[in-house]
Nanobody, 118 residues
């Protein structure tokens, strides 16, 4: 049974920092590309940051220079370091695990709320 469990969300003020974690189980974590998505009220879910199994990263333009994605394969965990948070970063953040072999395997966590407000 595959599980992705996010943690670390919360309420912060603009300019502050949060670190999200996503602990994976039931998959060969090191082989999966991992991503963080977010969905704000009334908006579509969007990719925020992703990291390949080899460690290459990419970011959505609005978070470049502020957010950092990383992974620890020994702990089966992916992180999202979020600095200089802005009110527009407010959303539910979801962890994603993906691998394409003969078929596409795509798993989601339950989400964690991030609210940036003064």
């Amino acid at each position: 049974q595959v599980q992705l469990v996010e943690s670390g969300g919360g309420l912060v003020q603009p300019g502050e920092t949060l670190r999200l974690s996503c602990a994976a189980s039931g998959i060969l974590f090191s082989s999966y590309a991992m991503g963080w998505y977010r969905q704000a009220p009334g908006k579509q879910r969007e990719l925020v940051a992703a990291i390949t199994s080899g460690g290459s990263t990419n970011y959505e333009d609005s978070v470049k220079g502020r957010f950092t994605i990383s992974r620890d394969n020994a702990k089966n965990t992916v992180y999202l370091q979020m600095d200089s948070l802005k009110p527009e970063d407010t959303a539910v953040y979801y962890c994603n695990a993906r691998i394409a072999t003969i078929k596409l395997y795509n798993y989601w966590g339950q989400g964690t709320q991030v609210t940036v407000s003064s």
